[in-house]
């Protein structure tokens, strides 16, 4: 019913940078959050910034990183400069999702797309 399909991974050198995009599409009726986390071989998987109507961070990744989301696309962003080798992870996108005709809202998750960063 819903599908959240992410674009934009890929390999770049220390200080380069990445746009991730990740596009929601069904039978939707409303987003409220929508967030990127991310998860390194062997670590726990971990938010990195989530945008409502402002937006939060990482401490990891402030003053790098911008979440900002294009409501009438149903499309999250995340703007990634000044990427290192510590930011080596596969990243997910997030949505929470109201369906259309019902009241049932719950977290969606996309396939994940992976950021190599060399150093």
């Known amino acids: 019913q819903v599908q959240l399909v992410e674009s934009g991974g890929g390999l770049v050198q220390a200080g380069g940078s990445l746009r991730l995009s990740c596009a929601a599409s069904?039978?939707?009726?409303?987003?409220?959050?929508m967030g990127w986390y991310r998860q390194a071989p062997g670590k726990q998987r971990e938010l990195v910034a989530s945008?409502?109507?402002?937006?939060s961070y990482a401490d990891s990744v402030k003053g790098r990183f911008t979440i900002s989301r294009d409501n009438a696309k149903n499309t999250v962003y995340l703007q990634m400069n000044s990427l290192k080798p510590e930011d080596t992870a596969v990243y997910y996108c997030?949505?929470?999702?109201?369906?259309?005709?019902?009241?049932?809202?719950?977290?969606?998750w996309g396939q994940g797309t992976q950021v190599t960063v060399s150093p």
């Open positions: 069904g039978s939707i009726f409303s987003i409220d959050a």
């Open positions: 945008i409502t109507s402002g937006a």
């Open positions: 997030t949505a929470d999702i109201t369906l259309g005709g019902t009241y049932d809202s719950r977290r969606y």
